[in-house]
């Protein structure tokens, strides 16, 4: 046996084959991330709405991903991972049944900001895994790989959604409703499998929950998601941007409640350690990309050049090409960031990955007029998307105080999610500031070319961001400690 193949053995091995069950889980999670990308615009048809309106979908559910997640992950420190793992399941089992009965655009919109609850399911697990795991030597370094080899499990589940939503939609097209149950028979498997094969959890923490924090944290993010829906629906007003300068300023008193708790929804003073908010920076930077634009990625590649003069033109089951090309790149990249970070350190890694994100989306600025182009700009973002997928977790759980491994992970889905939330937001006005109309004089459905580019340079500038805020991350971050060497004894 190779010695790749018992470092793998030995990682699945943890917990009595608990990681072996959470790649299902994993897995799952990747399908419902890919499935509906390759049916966006098929959706935005059937519920009467432009493509530009279809961030909007992804901004409801990345807002309420943002206020489920550190509430959840802090019910898992206090009840038990495993718990939380289940009730967050099968609150997404019923959203993903409710979509596919939905007929209308607000209903579907309520039922996809529910089914975005899976989001909570990696920072869960990464507990669970570190739970199993930090008691034996190397614990940093095998949480590493372990939560390398469940993300690896999410992008291959995202390239089997995305591949599948798009076969299924061009076969079923006509039957779009059942298109969209399907997801949910794997997360019923999902419920199934917590239920009867995940262990729970052992260590548990004092303290309550922060509902005043969670209050307060919802209402920045409808007052700044509401304002940024104002600036879409009254351009050129100012007041809206006003509501949106208010929701930021909220963020003051909130923080200066946060660090008058003894037990904090989010613990401000762990996210100053050095160590730590670099990462959830990053967290919040990378969000804008790997969550703000599968929309816009996809619609642009249903775009047919031939009537709006740019798009690719392509087919339900043709987008998803385009979309299992980029989650195949971040399978690459989940897989082989621990290999990597073996050799150089996974500080550094982490820089490498970001700086990839920003110059895959900034080459699509210049590159988007082919498909060969378009896949070529996609895939080296994808490559560190998907490093940073795997990365982030691990690294803020090797970084958090004992006991606050849920939160500290949780966290980082948060910030994530917030910058996604926003940036889908903003994209949404983006493509809808200058949509053209169509040559007879109709209203077209088709985002905005300037729309698209501002898309790009977003994500490609917030990416390098983040690399630059990763270089003031202590060298030695996130990994084990040096085991140190026994002298040799010379009377040997």
Same mark, same amino acid.
């Given at each position: 046996?190779?010695e790749?193949a018992?470092r793998t053995? =030995?990682i699945?091995?943890?917990?009595?084959g608990?990681?072996?069950w959470?790649v299902?889980v994993e897995f799952?999670?990747?399908v419902?991330?890919g499935?509906?990308?390759?049916?966006?615009?098929?959706?935005?048809?059937?519920?009467?709405v432009?493509d530009?309106d279809?961030?909007w979908l992804?901004?409801?559910? !990345?807002?309420?991903s943002?206020?489920?997640?550190p509430?959840?992950?802090?019910?898992?420190d206090l009840?038990g991972?495993?718990?939380?793992l289940?009730?967050?399941?099968v609150?997404?089992a019923?959203a993903?049944?409710?979509?596919a009965?939905a007929?209308?655009?607000?209903?579907?919109?309520v039922?996809w900001a529910?089914?975005g609850l899976?989001?909570v399911w990696l920072?869960?697990?990464?507990?669970?895994i570190?739970?199993?795991?930090?008691?034996t030597p190397?614990?940093?370094?095998q949480?590493?790989?372990?939560?390398g !080899?469940?993300?690896a499990?999410?992008?291959?589940?995202?390239?089997?959604?995305?591949?599948?939503g798009?076969?299924?939609?061009q076969?079923?097209?006509d039957?779009?409703?059942?298109v969209?149950v399907l997801?949910?028979?794997?997360?019923?498997?999902v419920?199934?499998?917590?239920?009867?094969?995940?262990p729970?959890?052992?260590d548990?923490t004092?303290?309550t929950v922060?509902a005043t924090?969670a209050a307060l944290?919802?209402?920045?993010l409808l007052?700044?998601t509401?304002?940024?829906s104002?600036?879409?629906l009254?351009?050129?007003?100012?007041?809206?941007?006003a509501?949106?300068?208010l929701g930021?300023?909220l963020?003051v008193?909130?923080v200066?409640?946060e660090l008058r708790?003894d037990?904090?929804?989010?613990?401000?003073?762990?996210? =100053?350690?050095?160590e730590m908010w670099?990462v959830?920076?990053?967290?919040?930077?990378f969000?804008?990309s790997?969550l703000g634009a599968q929309g816009p990625?996809?619609?642009?590649a249903?775009?047919d050049p031939e009537?709006?003069?740019?798009?690719?033109g392509?087919s339900?089951?043709?987008v998803?090409i385009?979309?299992g090309?980029y989650v195949?790149s971040?399978?690459?990249?989940?897989?082989?960031?621990? =290999?990597?970070t073996?050799?150089t350190s996974?500080r550094?890694t982490?820089i490498?990955?970001?700086?990839?994100v920003?110059s895959?989306?900034?080459?699509l600025v210049?590159?988007?007029?082919?498909l060969a182009?378009?896949?070529?700009?996609v895939?080296?973002?994808g490559?560190?998307?998907?490093a940073?997928v795997?990365?982030l977790p *691990?690294?803020a759980?090797a970084?958090?105080?004992?006991?606050?491994t849920?939160?500290a992970?949780?966290?980082?889905n948060t910030t994530?999610?917030v910058?996604g939330s926003?940036?889908?937001?903003a994209f949404?006005?983006?493509?809808?500031?200058?949509a053209?109309?169509? *040559?007879?004089?109709?209203e077209g459905t088709?985002g905005?070319?300037?729309?698209?580019?501002?898309?790009?340079i977003?994500?490609g500038t917030t990416?390098l961001?983040?690399?630059? *805020?990763?270089?003031?991350?202590?060298? !030695?971050?996130?990994?084990d400690?040096a085991v140190p060497?026994i002298?040799?004894?010379p =009377?040997a």
């Amino acid at each position: 046996m190779t010695e790749t193949a018992r470092r793998t053995g =030995r990682i699945a091995g943890i917990g009595g084959g608990l990681v072996g069950w959470l790649v299902f889980v994993e897995f799952t999670s990747g399908v419902l991330q890919g499935y509906y990308v390759p049916l966006l615009t098929d959706i935005a048809r059937y519920l009467g709405v432009n493509d530009a309106d279809v961030n909007w979908l992804e901004a409801a559910q !990345l807002m309420l991903s943002a206020i489920a997640v550190p509430v959840l992950a802090k019910l898992g420190d206090l009840y038990g991972h495993r718990r939380v793992l289940l009730w967050s399941a099968v609150a997404t089992a019923l959203a993903t049944v409710s979509l596919a009965l939905a007929t209308s655009f607000p209903v579907f919109l309520v039922a996809w900001a529910l089914q975005g609850l899976y989001v909570v399911w990696l920072p869960l697990q990464v507990a669970l895994i570190w739970d199993r795991s930090r008691r034996t030597p190397g614990a940093a370094g095998q949480t590493r790989r372990a939560t390398g !080899l469940i993300v690896a499990a999410l992008q291959a589940g995202a390239i089997v959604g995305a591949l599948g939503g798009g076969q299924i939609g061009q076969s079923l097209g006509d039957s779009l409703g059942l298109v969209l149950v399907l997801p949910a028979v794997l997360v019923v498997g999902v419920c199934l499998v917590v239920a009867f094969r995940v262990p729970e959890s052992e260590d548990r923490t004092g303290g309550t929950v922060d509902a005043t924090g969670a209050a307060l944290l919802t209402v920045i993010l409808l007052v700044v998601t509401g304002g940024l829906s104002f600036v879409r629906l009254n351009e050129g007003a100012a007041w809206p941007w006003a509501v949106i300068a208010l929701g930021v300023l909220l963020v003051v008193p909130f923080v200066a409640y946060e660090l008058r708790q003894d037990d904090p929804l989010v613990d401000v003073r762990v996210l =100053r350690r050095p160590e730590m908010w670099p990462v959830q920076l990053t967290a919040g930077l990378f969000g804008v990309s790997v969550l703000g634009a599968q929309g816009p990625l996809s619609t642009y590649a249903r775009t047919d050049p031939e009537v709006y003069g740019y798009g690719l033109g392509l087919s339900t089951s043709e987008v998803s090409i385009v979309i299992g090309a980029y989650v195949v790149s971040m399978l690459l990249g989940a897989s082989q960031f621990a =290999r990597v970070t073996r050799y150089t350190s996974p500080r550094t890694t982490l820089i490498g990955a970001a700086t990839l994100v920003g110059s895959g989306y900034l080459l699509l600025v210049p590159f988007h007029d082919t498909l060969a182009q378009t896949l070529a700009c996609v895939s080296i973002a994808g490559l560190g998307s998907g490093a940073l997928v795997a990365a982030l977790p *691990a690294a803020a759980a090797a970084a958090a105080p004992v006991g606050r491994t849920a939160v500290a992970t949780g966290l980082t889905n948060t910030t994530k999610v917030v910058g996604g939330s926003f940036a889908s937001a903003a994209f949404a006005i983006a493509l809808a500031s200058g949509a053209p109309a169509l *040559a007879g004089g109709g209203e077209g459905t088709a985002g905005s070319l300037s729309g698209y580019l501002t898309v790009w340079i977003i994500c490609g500038t917030t990416a390098l961001a983040a690399a630059v *805020a990763l270089v003031l991350v202590p060298r !030695l971050a996130f990994s084990d400690p040096a085991v140190p060497e026994i002298a040799e004894d010379p =009377r040997a």
